[in-house]
């Protein structure tokens, strides 16, 4: 076949300007020629390298759109056709349909092959219609692509297409498919259609019905059913009904989908089970009366098959102290050997933290897993095991042999000791031991849990940890002699070296800070390692000078320098994009009173992100109240609570704002955060995002107790 028609005019463009996932887009050519390649193994290569570099993990850019007609030319001509219209209508699902970038632009480049799509459902290879449906739906042509579907679904007997075929229209017009969705779940029809039948009724706002229920609990496990679909938002379709079902916010969806988890967590057959458990998850992140409705049924199924609790941990880990009733189940599969054993006491620590001490205890060298739960997670929260002597024991036993600690296992037995405060001075000893080799870490620790009758030998201990070795474990020596002594040489010492250490700058600003009036003599020193405006700067440079500015306030009570610090981060519009270095200023200008009056300007600029909003309605509320309109400040905090924006500030500086910020608006929206049933955070690390609402919600509660505004605070 001469290929020079499906490549002509390829050269000619300036591909090494056009930029894609990697940077310069000189390599597409090549592997578009690599597509037509008879070695089927080099194609496949070049397909790889398409997705990795122009639409890379569904992200579209400049050379995607210009490689489309290329690739378009291909799939017509037969070289791996099913495989390029699945390309294209992943570009086409990245694209956008308005605007003037490269979204857009692929958006319509893709659209402008329409013609081969549509004419490719019609095709006689069932894996090609399939890939021309999803690639015409990714497109939003409803009006040129929702006819021939329509009537390609008519006729179309393979399953899998039909499936495809059911998606595409729901997603072109969910509404206008209800009739084909609902005529498609009943039990005759093959399961892949029944499920995309299910799924294009939820997508059509549709009302979840019995014959809904039971077509669900029929085809589980239903993620099987749809692996091969083109459509990956949908591929767990259990998790995706009761999502969405739970986004609707209405009482009815979610009783709906708590009786439908409770049969589904009750299923004799093991995969419906575990699908299950993965949708019970994303109930808990979704819903906050999840975690409730959730447990018994959960905890039934394992009473009634122990062998689900394998199955189960990450979603125990989740319920905490709610699936109590399981604990006896998680402790046998806990006193086992192996990762699962450690995975199951990792739960137990959420589940029954005094009951998981004892095995914690036994085998401490073997559960990192657990050890991390029992210290706080990866996030850093406060341990959540009670002082035990014998754990103490065996936190000592590791602590002797230094040099046999794993991983991060230090870090985890200072975090615990110090949260035993002098219950755990038996361990200083050991403390001692591990600090040479551990330097970081026991310094910490050996503060924390030091009596005042050793005050004075663990003193001189850190002081000579303070005077060698790495810089990172001379400063942390020196502040655990400052904080047991409050002797500030050494601090002062390490402190002047590494301002001088531009790595180090933001962390020993911060550390002078803490020693206030006591660091005079570093001002010098924290002034000159100041950042200088131009282009060079990035993030830790801003970010180094907010610690220096708050330094200089604390340490010398004078606003000027600190003024032209925070000034210059706030005005430096090279890094307008940047996020917490804006809310940190901000917070920093609070601190410096009336005299942070020069930066009301930037900080006004601040109240039009939903992010910087409340630190910077804090700053001007103490800095200047009378410019603030504090109602129409309480709706823009309102606005970046409900947005998950730094939703905590935002509940702080309404506190601060007080009563009288408050409309009965605000206060509706202000009971609705704190008593509504959808989760407001639903960002960050997915196993701490219910945690971390629930936080929310109780301050939201103090909040409207506090402003004595709304139900709860009329309860109260």
């Known amino acids: 076949m001469d290929l020079a028609p ?17 940077g310069s887009a000189a390599d597409v050519p090549d592997c578009l020629r690599a597509l037509a390649d008879e070695d089927d193994e080099q194609a496949g290569e070049a397909l790889g390298e398409l997705y990795g570099s122009i639409l890379h993990q569904g992200s579209v850019y400049e050379a995607t759109a210009h490689a489309v007609p290329y690739l378009a030319r291909l799939a017509g001509a037969g070289f791996r056709t099913a495989d390029v219209l699945a390309l294209l209508g992943g570009i086409a699902e990245g694209g956008a349909d308005e605007g003037e970038g490269d979204e857009a632009a692929c958006r319509r480049a ?14 006689g290879s069932a894996d090609v219609r399939r890939a021309a449906v999803w690639a015409a739906a990714m497109t939003g042509a409803t009006d040129r692509v929702r006819p021939v579907l329509r009537t390609r679904f008519a006729t179309e007997a393979e399953p899998l297409v039909r499936a495809e075929i059911l998606g595409g229209l729901a997603h072109l017009d969910p509404a206008g498919t209800a009739d084909l969705a609902v005529g498609a779940i009943g039990p005759d029809g093959p399961g892949e259609l029944r499920v995309a039948a299910l799924l294009a009724c939820v997508d059509a706002g549709a009302p979840w019905s019995a014959a809904h229920h039971e077509a669900m609990l029929d085809l589980l496990p239903a993620d099987e059913l749809v692996a091969a679909r083109m459509d990956l938002e949908r591929n767990e379709p259990l998790r995706y009904v009761v999502s969405e079902l739970l986004l609707r916010d209405t009482d009815t969806d979610r009783d709906a989908v708590f009786r439908l988890l409770d049969a589904a967590l009750r299923s004799e057959r093991s995969e419906a089970r575990t699908e299950a458990l993965w949708a019970a998850e994303s109930a808990c992140q979704i819903s906050r009366s999840a975690p409730d409705r959730v447990a018994g049924p959960l905890a039934a199924a394992v009473l009634e098959d122990p062998e689900a609790v394998g199955q189960a941990l990450s979603l125990l880990r989740l319920l905490g102290r709610r699936a109590a009733a399981v604990a006896p189940a998680l402790a046998e599969v806990a006193e086992g050997d192996g990762d699962l054993a450690d995975r199951a006491l990792e739960a137990l620590v959420s589940v029954a933290p005094e009951q998981a001490v004892p095995l914690l205890t036994r085998d401490l060298e073997n559960r990192p897993r657990a050890l991390g739960a029992a210290c706080g997670g990866l996030l850093g929260a406060s341990p959540t095991v009670p002082f035990d002597a014998g754990l103490l024991s065996a936190v000592r036993a590791r602590l002797a042999a230094p040099e046999k ?7 985890r037995y200072a975090v615990l000791l110090s949260s035993w405060g002098q219950r755990a001075a038996p361990a200083l000893p050991e403390l001692g031991t591990a600090l040479r080799m551990h330097p970081q870490p026991m310094a910490r620790a050996l503060a924390a849990v030091c009596p005042p009758d050793h005050r004075e030998a663990t003193g001189g201990l850190l002081r000579r940890a ?7 474990a001379r400063l942390a020596a020196a502040r655990a002699v400052w904080q047991l002594t409050e002797d500030a040489g050494p601090l002062l010492g390490v402190l002047a070296e590494q301002l001088t250490d531009g790595g180090r700058v933001r962390e020993a600003a911060t550390a002078a800070a803490e020693l206030g009036p006591r660091a005079a003599e570093l001002v010098p020193a924290l002034v000159a390692a100041a950042s200088t405006p131009g282009a060079g700067r990035v993030i830790p440079h801003l970010d180094a000078d907010v610690a220096i500015a708050e330094a200089l306030w604390r340490i010398t009570g004078r606003a000027e320098e600190a003024l032209r610090l925070l000034a210059g981060v706030l005005g430096d519009t090279g890094l307008s994009w940047i996020r917490w270095t804006f809310v940190r200023a901000a917070r920093v200008a609070a601190r410096l009173g009336d005299e942070g009056r020069p930066l009301v300007p930037e900080l006004e600029k601040l109240l039009t992100h939903p992010l910087h909003t409340p630190a910077a309605v804090l700053a001007l509320h103490t800095i200047a109240p009378g410019t603030l309109d504090v109602r129409a400040a309480a709706g823009l905090l309102l606005d970046s609570a409900e947005d998950d924006a730094d939703a905590a500030t ?12 408050l409309t009965e608006d605000h206060a509706r929206r202000l009971t609705a955060l704190a008593e509504r049933d959808l989760r407001v ?9 219910a945690a971390t609402d629930d936080r929310l919600r109780e301050q939201a509660r103090k909040a409207l107790r506090a402003l004595g505004a709304g139900p709860t605070a009329a309860g109260a």
Do not use: M, N
């Open 650 to 661: 935002a509940l702080e500086a309404l506190l601060a704002l007080g009563p009288d910020a």
């Open 110 to 123: 893709v659209t402008a092959q329409l013609p081969l799509l549509l004419a490719s459902v019609e095709a």
């Open 681 to 689: 955070t639903a960002s960050g690390v997915e196993t701490a995002i």
């Open 466 to 472: 303070a005077r060698s070795g790495p810089p990172e």
């Open 405 to 411: 600690l794993r991983d991060d296992e230090p870090f």
């Open 6 to 22: 499906l490549f002509a005019g390829l050269d000619a463009q300036p591909w090494a300007t056009y930029q894609h996932a990697y």
